[in-house]
């Protein structure tokens, strides 16, 4: 199976309505494909974890690079892995920049936690690491 990290910048801003809409979409086309994964957003700048069937996962990249919604799409990590990070979910999402979705379908509270090293040693995945860090530095 193949975890795939990527980021990127979004061309423009996008308010609430508009994540949720690319949420609810990643579910849709997601679940279908047996894709799990997070995909977190902050000030324009999202970062998003993909896990599934190799050539599942390769060919939803190749499609999500050619979204215009955002640019600069870059893998920062894709490597195989036997357990899924996130394996109860289709496609999660948080805002970094704001809590007004938090009770919608597919709001995520994976970050919630400080990134210790208690919480390192408990979860020490390159996407949990990646993902915390994205969080943090994003502040």
């Not at 990290?5 to 609430?16: A, E, T």
């Not at 949720?20 to 995909?39: D, H, Q, R, Y």
């Not at 998003?48 to 215009?68: F, M, R, S, W």
């Not at 809590?99 to 919480?119: M, R, W």
């Amino acid at each position: 199976m193949l975890s795939l990290i990527y980021v990127s910048s979004s061309v423009k801003l996008l308010n609430d309505q508009e994540l949720l809409a690319i949420l609810k979409k990643s579910n849709e086309n997601n679940s279908a494909k047996e894709v799990t994964g997070l995909l977190l957003y902050k000030g324009g700048n999202f970062i998003q974890v993909l896990e599934g069937d190799d050539e599942v996962v390769n060919a939803l990249y190749e499609k999500i690079k050619t979204d215009p919604r955002h640019k600069d799409v870059t893998v920062i990590s894709r490597e195989q892995t036997q357990t899924r990070q996130f394996p109860s979910w289709g496609m999660d999402f948080q805002n970094l920049d704001s809590s007004a979705i938090k009770n919608e379908p597919g709001y995520s509270q994976f970050l919630q936690d400080e990134f210790t090293a208690s919480i390192y040693r408990e979860n020490p995945t390159r996407a949990s690491i990646m993902l915390k860090t994205f969080r943090d530095s994003m502040r």
